[in-house]
């Protein structure tokens, strides 16, 4: 929600040309527990590695990207497979 609240904060987001879908994705995966909180600290010390092109991160991104586009994929093969079945009946 900073980023919609605090203008400082907003404007560092775009000198670093990070948009809102990049923001989520970055708090995924700085978000390693999955409790939907970060501290300061973890988030700056994430957009520093990736305004560094730290190739590290940059892999962790796109991994926690295809990860979730293949769930994602997953999901829908299901939703598909009951639809086929469901019309085939």
Known sequence: QGAYKVAEFAR???VMDI???DLEQL?????SDGSGEINPEEFIEA???MKNADSKTATKF???????MDED???LK???AGLLEHFSQ
């Open 12 to 14: 560092c987001l775009r």
């Open 19 to 21: 948009d809102t879908r």
């Open 27 to 31: 708090f995924n995966i700085v978000d």
């Open 47 to 49: 957009m520093y590695r």
């Open 62 to 68: 796109v991994k926690h990207i295809v990860t979730r």
């Open 73 to 75: 994929n997953k999901e």
């Open 78 to 80: 299901e939703q598909m």
